[in-house]
C-alpha cells in the first residue's frame, strides 16, 4: 500500500499514533511504569481520535474532501451500476477526460450518469486535468443530457472538482459560455436529475452538472460558491485565513441542508469514506433509489416546473 | 439615492448629470476623472456628455447604472421595477470585514440598493425589460438580490411578451452569501431559457469587466452578444490564469476583441453607436410580432 | 484600374482585340487597303465574340464563376439589403471569416443573410481562407438559421465556395459533423430559404448552407458534386480533362434547371457578371422578392413539409 | 446473387460463408486472404468465422454487407427492403469509363444492387432498421438509390417507431450522378431529422473507409456514434488534404482513435464486441418505449 496521506487536521492524532506504534515494538514486559504510560496513551489516543474525527470543523471536511484516496466518481460507477457505455467528445473538439458521461443501470433503473473525473495518480490526473473540466468537458455533458432529455433517462451526477480549469485555452474556448449553456439546458430537461456532491464541489464548474430536483450530499464533501484559499485570499490577502474562510462560507454537507440548498445528508465511516467505502456506496446506492422512487412518477414537464420553483425559492433577500 | 429619487431629482434640475450619482450633486460637474486608457484628465461634466469615453484615445469608462439607462432608454420612459428588494445577510458572513458593512458602504458610494436596476423602458420606441448593473455595488457582484431581480425581470417580459436588454459588468458571483449566489447562476440561466423559449429576445451587452458567475449565467444566453470596446470579458479573472499557467498572458487577452476574435460574441460596438444598434436589432427580433400586430 | 483577368476560353478573343486595338493606333488614313483589312478583324471579332459569350460551354461558364472580378457575397449584401448587422462566431471556438452570417432588410423585409465569402485580394483572401469555411463557419452559420427559425426571418444565401476547406485542423474540428448537422439543421428550419448560386457551388461546402425552398442560379454559377479538376483526376489521373469532366457532370445553371436541381436562372450580361454588376444585382433583388411573395405566406412547419417533400423527390432510379 | 437469393443458398448449404458473396461459392472456402494490418496471409474461410479480424494483428479487414448483416442480426431476421431500387445514368455519364459500365462490374463484383443493403431486422430480440454500405460497389458512393434507401429505410423506421442501426462505409457522394448525388446529402440528414425528432435512436457504426458526402451527411447524426478500430473517417481523403496543406500528415490522422480523441465519436468498439454492445446500447436508447410496453 501506498504511504498514508496525513490531511493537516489529523496530524497531532497520527504523531501520537506513531508513537505508541513505537513504544508497542519495544519489549516493556519488565518495566510496569512504561506499561502504565502505553496504556495511558492508547486511552489519550482513542480520546483524541474521537475528538478529531467526530466534530470536524468545515476545514477538516475539505481537507477530508480533497484526500486522495477518497472513492472518486469511477469508484461510484463501478460500485453502482452495471451495463455501464461511457460516450467520449463533444462533437466539435476533443474528448475531455475531466468529465465523465455515458450509461448505466443501478439494479434495473436505466440511467445517464455524469461526474467530475479526478485521477488516481499523476498520470491519470494529467490526463483527466485534476477534475478542473475545459468547456468541451462541459459541452460533452451536454449531449449526455440531451441523450437523457430524448430516451427519457433519469440523470445521475456525481459531483467533484475544484472548479472548472482557469486556463488560456479554457477561456479561449469559451468556458463561461459553455457553463452557462450547460445551466440552461440542466433546468430543462424532463427526466428526474439526482446530484451527489461526493467530494470538492468548486463553484461554477461543479454547478454546471450539479443541480437539479435532489441534491444529495456525502457527509465530508463540500460544495461552495469560491474556494476557502480563494476567499481567504480576497478577504486577507493571505490564502492561510482559509479555516476562517470555510467556516463563513457554509460549504459543509449539514450546513448546506441547514440553509436549504442540499436536501439530504448521506453520512460516512469515521474520518471519511477512504476509510470504508463499502457502506458509502450502498447508502449512496440507497439515496439514488430513494430518490428515484419519487421522481420517476412525475411528467417531464412537472420535473422541469417543479426544479425551476426549487431554484426560484433559493436566495435570501429582504422586501 | 433611490433611482426614482434620482430620476425625479434630474427632472428638478437638468444640469445635474448621470455622474452625480456617487456624488453630492453639488460638486459633481466639479469632478475631475483620470482615463484608465491614456492617463489623460477629463472633466466629468463633458465626460458624460460624451457617454464616459474618452476623447483622447475613445477608451470606455464604467458608467453608473443610472447613466447607462439614461444613455438608453427613450427619455422619461424607464420605470424601476422591484426596487424593494434588498441584500440581507443569510450566512452572517463576517471573516474580515462583515458583510453588512460592505453593503452599507456599497450603498453609500453608488446609492443603489443593490449591483442591478431592473425596470421597463422603450428604446427607441420600443417597449422593453432593461437591466443594468453597476459596477460600483461590491464590484457588481451576483448575490440573492442581484439573482431574483434578474430572474423577476425575465419572467416579466415573458409574461408581457417583451424583449430583455441587459447591460453586464461584474466580478462574479457574491462570496459572502455563499451558496446562496452560487445558486443564482442556475436560477437565472434557468429564467433566461424560458424566456428564450417562448420565442422572445433577449440582447446583452457586456461592459468592463463581466467575469465569473455572471459571465457563466444569464449574460451570455442571449440571442445577440455585444461586447463594449476593450472590456474585459471572462470566466476566471486574469490573475487566477496567470497564476494557473504560471506565464504571462497573450497580449489582449480575454478583450472584447480578443472574445470576438474568438467567436464569443457577436459585434463589439462603441458605445456612442450602441443605442441606435440596439433600435435596428430590435427590429429583427422583434419582426415577428411586428408583422402580427 | 487592375489588369485586366484574362480566362482561359476568352484567350482568342482578347488577341485578336488587341491586335485591332494596336492597328487602330495607327494612322491607317493613306492606306484603303490596310482600312478594310481592319474593318474586316472589327467584324471578325464581333462574330467571335458572339460566339466566345453567347454558347460558353460549362468549362468557360466555370471560369467565369472564378473569375477574381466576379460579383461576391459582400457585393450582393452592400447593394441590396439596408440596416445590415453582421454577427460573429460560433460561441465556441472562433469566427470563421469565410462566412457571412447576420441581419439585413431588403425594401421591408427583414431577412437573415449568410454566404460563403471570398476575399478581393491577397489579403482579404488569406482572412476569408478564398471562401472555404472550416467548422466553426457552418457552426457559425447554423447559429445564424437557429436566429432566423426562432424570429421568424426569411433566410437568403449566397454561394461561392470550392468547398469546405481540406485541411487537418478542419478534420480535427468536425468538417463532417459541422456540414451534416448543418443539413439536418436547415432542412427543418420553419422559416423561407431562398438559395442564390452566384459563383462556385462545392460540393458539400456549399450545400451545407445551399438548399431550401428555392434554388436560383446565377447564369454562370456552377453547382457540382465535385470540382471538374478533381472529377478529371479520379476519371483520367489528370487534372487537364476538366473541360470534358465539366460537360459531364451537368452543373450549369441551366442544365441544373434542366434536370429539375433549380427552379431559375438569373441571365448575366454578355461575359459574364463582372462586366456589369448593377442589373444582376437587380435581378437577383428581383427574384428575391418574388421567391419569398411566393413563400411567406405559408405556415413553418408547411414550409418544412414542402422543402422535405422537393428533397425527396431529388434522385433518379429504377424500381 | 440477390440478398434474398444469398440467405437462401446459405440457408441450402451452411458452409458457405457470407465471404463467398464475392466469389463463385464453390471455391469461396479455398481463397488465401492477404492482411492490410500485417500482411501475414489468411484463410478466408477462417477470417470470416473471426469477423474478418485478423488473428495475428487485430486488423479490422472490410466485411461484405452480407457478412456483416449476418454478424448482427438474429438468425433469420433479416427481411430486405427496398432491393428493387436500382441505379440507373441520369446524366448519361460517359466520361472514361461509362456509368453504366461502372455500374455492371460493380453489380458483377459484389453481387448486389447497390452500395447500400436495407432492411428491418433484430438484434438481441430487439427490433430495428438495418442499412449496411458494402465498400465493393463502387466504393459505396452514396449515388440517388443510397441516398433513396436510407431515406425510406428513416422514415419505416419512423412510422414503426423503431431504431435505426446503420455501417457505413464510403468513399464519398458518387460522381456519376452529379447534382443527383449531392442532394442526397441532404435528403438522408433531414430523413435522419425527423427520425431523431420523433424521439427515436440511431447508432451509427463507422466501418473503414467513411468519407465525404456520407460522413457530412447521415453517418454523424447518430445519438451514438462508434467507429471500429482503425477505421478511416473523415471528410476530405488524406490525399486531398496533403496536396492542400502540402506537408506530411500527422501519424494516425482521421483513424477512428484520432476521432475519438478528438471528440468526434463516441466509442470505438471491436468487432467482435459490437453486437453485443449494440444490444446493451439499444437497452439505453429504448428505455421509454420498453417501460410504456
Ligand atoms: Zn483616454
Ligand atoms: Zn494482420
Known sequence: MARRHIMEFERPLVELESKLAELRRLDLTGDPQLLLEVSALAEEIERLRRETYEHLDPWARVQISRHPERPKTDDYVTALFTDVIEIHGDRAYGDDEAIFAGFGTYGTRKLVILGHRKGTDTKSNVRRNFGSPHPEGYRKAMRAMRLADKFGLPIVTFLDTAGAYPGIEAEERGQALAIAESLALLSGVRVPVVVFGIGEGGSGGALAIGFGDRLIMLENAYYSVISPEMCSNILYKDPGQAKTAAECLKMTADELVAIGIADEVVREPLGGAHRDPAPVFEAVGAALARALDELVSQEGHELVERRYARLREIGEYGS | ?293
Chains 1, 3 share one sequence.
Open chain 2, 1 to 293: 439615492m433611490s433611482i426614482a429619487d434620482w430620476f425625479s431629482a434630474r427632472e428638478r434640475r437638468r444640469y445635474v448629470r448621470a455622474g452625480d450619482v456617487s456624488v453630492p450633486a453639488d460638486v459633481a460637474d466639479g469632478v475631475w476623472v483620470k482615463c484608465d486608457g491614456c492617463g489623460k484628465t477629463l472633466y466629468e461634466g463633458e465626460l458624460v456628455e460624451q457617454l464616459r469615453v474618452c476623447r483622447h484615445c475613445g477608451h470606455h469608462l464604467a458608467m453608473t447604472a443610472p447613466q447607462r439607462i439614461e444613455s438608453l432608454a427613450d427619455e422619461g420612459s424607464f420605470e424601476e421595477t422591484e426596487k424593494g428588494l434588498t441584500p440581507v445577510d443569510p450566512l452572517s458572513f463576517a471573516a474580515a470585514k462583515p458583510y453588512t458593512e460592505s453593503l452599507a458602504s456599497a450603498r453609500e458610494k453608488s446609492g443603489l440598493e443593490e449591483a442591478v436596476v431592473t425596470g421597463r423602458a422603450r428604446i427607441g420606441g420600443i417597449p422593453v425589460m432593461l437591466a443594468v448593473m453597476d459596477f460600483r455595488f461590491i464590484g457588481a457582484s451576483m448575490g440573492s438580490v442581484v439573482g431574483e431581480k434578474i430572474a423577476r425581470l425575465f419572467e416579466q417580459a415573458t409574461a408581457a411578451r417583451l424583449p430583455v436588454i441587459i447591460v453586464t459588468a461584474s466580478g462574479g458571483a457574491r462570496m459572502q452569501e455563499g451558496m446562496f449566489s452560487l445558486m443564482q447562476m442556475a436560477k437565472t440561466a434557468a429564467a433566461a431559457k424560458r424566456h428564450s423559449d417562448a420565442g422572445l429576445a433577449y440582447v446583452s451587452v457586456l461592459t468592463n469587466p463581466t467575469y465569473g458567475g455572471v459571465t457563466a449565467s444569464f449574460a451570455v444566453l442571449a440571442d445577440v452578444l455585444i461586447a463594449e470596446p476593450g472590456a474585459m470579458i471572462g470566466f476566471a479573472g486574469p490573475r487566477l490564469v496567470e497564476q494557473t499557467i504560471r506565464q504571462k498572458l497573450p497580449k489582449g487577452f480575454q478583450t472584447a476583441e480578443f472574445m470576438l476574435e474568438h467567436g464569443m460574441v457577436d459585434e463589439v460596438v462603441p458605445r456612442a453607436e450602441l443605442r441606435e444598434h440596439l433600435v435596428t436589432l430590435l427590429g429583427y427580433l422583434r419582426a415577428r410580432q411586428d408583422r402580427a400586430s
